[in-house]
């Protein structure tokens, strides 16, 4: 079967009204470029200063007065292994609490069905790789970020709970690590591509013998750009109703430290590169089994080296303004 990509978009249109959770973040911000290109003209989002998600009565608020019937739920706390590591209390709370409040919200207020962002980190440490959808909860989870993951665990039982007792359609989405235009670029709480990128870019203007990589180098990452993932957030709203999740990947996985060399090279930093074996590795792989999403009819089109040449490019133009 060819590849179709194009969502049918029948709950796209100027008149679906359509809320993403958020809109500021680099998924949120790329499901509402998709949603705009594909002719969504209704859509609705709130900052975090209009709105906090983390308040329940602010939420249910919110969904009274715009009764949206589409929900993309990307908003989350999210960050990379270090800010997994040392704020697990704000992992676990700002998830539970955010997709809580917007999950119950939406179906009391009837929407017609919801997306909710999962991640590749909910299954176990150790899993069979690639990762299958029915490898969820079988085995301990990696301890760096098991309460982001527990959090998200919740959630993609809380969606097939009110699907079992409301018959409300939530649907979940497992992503891969996701990278892109509008990342954060801040050293302590990024994930590693962005902190790549930062660190040879500054290494080369400043003209650094070496530049330092967490861990060992040897631990493997899936890498997915957001546009792929929003494009994939469209075609399952869409195409996409079950109470089981779906991973959404690239099937392409590489080493820390090629992705170093990678980043090294687009970047044009010619120093060396030192292992910081003191910081953690995490999993040791995290690659994900996408068979069932393909064979729904999608897949990833944005090649790893041209999608960090464009994140790149994007950094040198938003260096000031990127989050740090
Ligand atoms: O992207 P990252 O922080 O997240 O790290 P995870 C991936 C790998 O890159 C780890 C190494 O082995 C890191 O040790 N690494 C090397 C670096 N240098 C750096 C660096 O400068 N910065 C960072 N951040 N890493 C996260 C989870 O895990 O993945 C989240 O903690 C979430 O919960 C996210 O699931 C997708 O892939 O290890």
Redesign the pocket.
Known sequence: MPFLNKTMSSFCNSQSKIYVAGHRGLVGNAICKALAQAGCTNLLTRTHAELDLTDQGAVRRFFIEEQPEYIFLAAAK????????SSPAD?IRDNLLIQTNIIDAAWLQGAKKLLFLG???IYPKFAPQPMKEEHLLTGPL?P??EW??VAKIAGIKMCQAYRKQHGFDAISLMP???YGPGDNFD?HS????P??IR?FHEAKINDLPEV????T?T?K?EFLHVDDLSSACLFLMDNYSSAEIINVGSGQEVT?AEL?AMVREIVGFHGKIQYNAV?????PR?LLDVAKLFALGWKSQIILRDGIAETYSWFLQNALLARR
């Not at 330092?212 to 861990?215: A, M, N, V």
Request: some cysteine.
């Open positions: 999210v960050g990379g292994i270090h800010a997994n590591d992992f991640s590749s980190c990696e760096t970020n982001y993951a891969t690590n996701l050293l990024s994930h590693v591509l902190a790549l660190k330092e990589i967490w861990g180098g631990p990452r820390i170093a910081m953690p590795d995490g999993t995290k």
